[in-house]
Antibody, heavy 120, light 111 residues
Framework: QVQLQESGPGLVKPSQTLSLTCSIS??????????WSWIRQHPGKGLEWIGYINSFGSTYYNPSLKSRVSISADTSKKQFSVKLSSVTAADTALYYCARGYDRTNWFDPWGQGTLVTVSS | QSVLTQPPSVSGAPGQRVTISCTGT?????????VHWYQQLPGTAPKLLIY???NRPSGVPDRFSGSKSGTSASLAITGLQAEDEADYYC???????????FGGGTKLTVL
C-alpha cells in the first residue's frame, strides 16, 4: 500500500524559494504510469492543484503558477519535490503530495500535508 | 473563484439524505472528463470518496454515491451520520486550462 510523506521547512521568507519533498513508501515513481502531484490548500480555503510529474519525467503545471514552479523526481530515492520561487504571503498554505491515477483522473493516496508559512 | 462550483454549505439531520452539486462547463465536466469526490474531515488530508463519477473505493460505505449529467455532477449521502460532518470537494480536468480543477468545497453539517 502506497504511503506518502511530505517534508521541508515550515517557514520561508518572502521572495525566497519554497522547497518540499514527498517520500514514497510501498511503491515507486517509475511504476504504474501514475502522476505524482502537489496540491495546496490555503488556510480555511479550498484545494488548488500545483502540478505533477509522471514516470517519464514529464511535468505539467497549473497555468497560474507555471512561471514560478518546478517539480522534479529522484526515482532512486523514491522521492519527488516541488520548488516555488519568489514566494509571498499568498503562498502560505498546507501543501499536500498525492498520487494521480493518470493525467486527468483522481488522486489517491494523499500525504498528511505540511504547513508552509511565508513570513519574514 | 473555483472553476467548479459547489454550494458553500449543506446540512441535514441524522438519517436524512443530502446532495452536493458540482457545476462545471463544456471545458471540463461537459467535455466528458470524469468527476471525483473527496472527503476532508477536520484537521486531516482529503480522502478519495468517489472516483470516475460513481465508483466507490474499497472501504467507502454505500451510503455515498455519485452521479454525473451534462456539465454537472452530484454527491449523495444517505442515512446521514455525525461522522459524515466534513468538507467535500469535487474534482475534474479542464481541457482549456490543461490541468486539474477543484470545486470550492462544501461544508456538511449534521444537525
Amino acid at each position: 500500500q502506497v504511503q506518502l510523506q511530505e517534508s521541508g521547512p515550515g517557514l520561508v521568507k518572502p521572495s525566497q524559494t519554497l522547497s518540499l519533498t514527498c517520500s514514497i513508501s510501498g511503491g515507486s515513481i517509475s511504476s504504474g504510469g501514475h502522476y505524482w502531484s502537489w496540491i495546496r490548500q490555503h488556510p480555511g480555503k479550498g484545494l488548488e492543484w500545483i502540478g505533477y510529474i509522471n514516470s517519464f519525467g514529464s511535468t505539467y503545471y497549473n497555468p497560474s503558477l507555471k512561471s514560478r514552479v518546478s517539480i522534479s523526481a529522484d526515482t532512486s530515492k523514491k522521492q519527488f519535490s516541488v520548488k516555488l520561487s519568489s514566494v509571498t504571503a499568498a503562498d502560505t498554505a498546507l501543501y499536500y503530495c498525492a498520487r494521480g491515477y493518470d493525467r486527468t483522473n483522481w488522486f489517491d493516496p494523499w500525504g498528511q500535508g505540511t504547513l508552509v508559512t511565508v513570513s519574514s | 473563484q473555483s472553476v467548479l462550483t459547489q454550494p458553500p454549505s449543506v446540512s441535514g439531520a441524522p438519517g436524512q439524505r443530502v446532495t452536493i452539486s458540482c457545476t462545471g462547463t463544456s471545458s471540463n465536466i461537459g467535455a466528458r472528463y470524469d468527476v471525483h469526490w473527496y472527503q476532508q474531515l477536520p484537521g486531516t488530508a482529503p480522502k478519495l470518496l468517489i472516483y470516475g463519477n460513481s465508483n466507490r473505493p474499497s472501504g467507502v460505505p454505500d451510503r455515498f454515491s455519485g452521479s454525473k449529467s451534462g456539465t454537472s455532477a452530484s454527491l449523495a449521502i444517505t442515512g446521514l451520520q455525525a461522522e459524515d460532518e466534513a468538507d467535500y470537494y469535487c474534482q475534474s480536468y479542464d481541457i482549456s486550462l490543461s490541468g486539474v480543477v477543484f470545486g470550492g468545497g462544501t461544508k456538511l453539517t449534521v444537525l
